[in-house]
């Protein structure tokens, strides 16, 4: 019990607060306004709201009738259509803001600050915040006694099954969460080199590599591998990821640039 409540209290500060903390480093290393942080966060929950309306259709037609679509065959649809919107908003809506939301956004740094944001809302809002209030739930009802709860036998019973779980899975699971930051980071960085290299092919590559990464690890979940190789396979991915980011220079910004700032707006430098 012990192991496991360091275990998630890990989790929280990787799947919570590191994507915040690293907003900040951003802002405070690189001089990127949070507001660009903001940005990608924006961008993130907008996504989720057009993916939430394609759903919706999907579901009231299959509804209806009008598509042939049922039980497993609607549930495998709906994630094809998920990784897939997913990717291909995700792209579209990054591209847009980079573009047209405002003139400094097509640098290197500021597409770190939207790929932190946007990775980081995810992170979050996907893991973060699920496992902060179960873990809430967990603690709250610890030393749970049967006679007096309030709570239904079933409940009671999940929580301990909680409570059984080995200390590992909520360590793995944050770690895909990093996985995971790393490659919208990525995404984010291709998006960039549309600007830098004016061909709107790197969207293209930018769509494939999220629709691949994504579609690879949410359909070996699907299909039954082992939890522990999916996470293989993600740290795997992630290292090919910031190869990737090597390779398009990402790597070379002024570690110094924001704090170079700072000194520049401070009365004795004025």
């Known amino acids: 019990m012990v192991l496991l409540t360091l275990a998630i209290t890990l989790a929280l500060l ?3 607060v590191l994507p915040v903390a690293a907003g900040f480093w951003l802002n405070r290393r690189l001089g990127v306004p949070i507001r660009l942080v903001t940005y990608g966060a924006l961008g993130y929950f907008l996504v989720q709201a057009l993916v ?17 679509l049922s039980g497993e065959s609607l549930n495998t649809t709906q994630i094809l259509l998920s990784v897939f919107l997913g990717a291909l908003f995700g792209v579209l809506i990054r591209w847009l803001g980079m573009r047209y939301l405002s003139k400094d956004l097509d640098n290197l740094e500021a597409a770190y600050g939207i790929g932190v944001g946007y990775g980081g809302a995810e992170s979050i809002l996907l893991v973060g915040l699920p496992l902060l209030t179960t873990f809430i739930t967990m603690l709250s009802n ?3 006694d049967l006679q007096t709860s309030a709570l239904e036998p079933a409940v009671i019973q999940q929580i301990e099954v909680l409570w059984q779980v080995p200390a590992y899975i909520p360590l793995i699971g944050s770690l895909e969460r990093i996985a995971a930051l790393v490659m919208h980071i990525t995404v984010t960085i291709l998006i960039l080199q549309v600007f830098i290299g004016k061909s709107k092919l790197w969207l293209l590559a930018a769509f494939g590599l999220e629709m691949v990464v994504n579609g690879l690890i949410v359909g070996l979940a699907e299909v039954g591998l082992q939890y522990g190789w999916v996470i293989l396979i993600s740290l795997v991915l992630m290292v090919g990821n910031l190869y990737l980011l090597y390779r398009l220079r990402a790597f070379e910004f002024d570690i110094t640039r924001g704090m170079q700032k700072e000194g520049d707006a401070s009365p004795d430098n004025t």
């Open 142 to 144: 610890m030393n749970i």
């Open 14 to 16: 990787i799947t919570i």
């Open 52 to 68: 939430t309306m394609a759903f919706s259709g999907v579901n009231a037609l299959a509804k209806d009738s009008t598509i042939a």
